[in-house]
């Protein structure tokens, strides 16, 4: 494929927060528009072999470590009961 040129008119201050984004997470602003067209347009097979996650979820994945046994179901189901009393 080759890559075409697409002019955008936008709102001057979402233009700003992503370039702010695109700083931080070291991704161009072609690359993001691109992801997001990609992830509206293609079907969903497509996309899955990319990582499709949010640079946060990216950042946190693996921080936890979990016994094999732990059930969060059960977890949850402790959490909503205690604060839903």
């Known amino acids: 494929m080759t890559d075409t040129k697409l002019t955008l008119k936008l709102n001057s201050d979402s233009i700003s927060r992503a370039k702010i984004y695109?700083?931080?997470h070291n991704v161009s602003l072609s690359a993001m528009v691109e992801?997001?067209?990609?992830?509206?347009?293609?079907p969903s097979s497509s996309v899955a072999s990319e990582n499709t996650y949010s640079p946060l979820v990216n950042e946190l994945a693996g921080i936890i470590s979990l016994p094999e046994d732990y059930d969060y179901k059960a977890d949850y189901l402790e959490h909503l009961e205690d604060k839903y009393e």
């Open 22 to 24: 695109s700083a931080e």
């Open 35 to 42: 992801k997001f067209f990609d992830n509206l347009t293609l």
